[in-house]
């Protein structure tokens, strides 16, 4: 089984940065890739980045790319999200995600419950 718990988000102003943390309190975090999507109000949940279960693999939105960083460490059973640069428009809920294919974001297996992040302009 496997919990996710979402931290770090907040208020910033923007070109500042946050990290967001998501740890799991199961046993099984290092069979699955970790990801993360986020949701502003009004629109559709987006795939943000995700990293394999090696933490080898990453990938990221374009919207995203050169400013965020995901990362894990299987021993403390957390991924991260390093968001650096923040524009308005990252403004969201953003979720931690666990899947069993890396490769099949719309397949997610495990959802946290979020945590918001507010850019201020």
């Known amino acids: 089984q496997v919990q996710l718990v979402e931290s770090g988000g907040g208020l910033v102003q923007a070109g500042g940065s946050l990290r967001l943390s998501c740890a799991d309190s199961?046993?099984?975090?290092?069979?699955?890739?970790m990801g993360w999507f986020r949701q502003a109000p009004g629109k559709e949940r987006e795939f943000v980045a995700g990293?394999?279960?090696?933490?080898?693999?990453?990938n990221y939105a374009d919207s995203v790319k050169g400013r965020f960083t995901v990362s894990r460490d299987n021993a403390k059973n957390t991924v991260y999200l390093q968001m650096n640069s923040l524009k308005p428009e990252d403004t969201a809920v953003y979720y931690c995600?666990?899947?069993?294919?890396?490769?099949?974001?719309?397949?997610?297996?495990?959802w946290g419950q979020g945590t918001q992040v507010t850019v201020s302009s």
């Open positions: 199961g046993r099984t975090f290092n069979r699955y890739a």
């Open positions: 990293i394999s279960w090696t933490g080898i693999r990453t």
């Open positions: 995600a666990a899947a069993v294919d890396f490769y099949r974001w719309s397949n997610v297996d495990y």
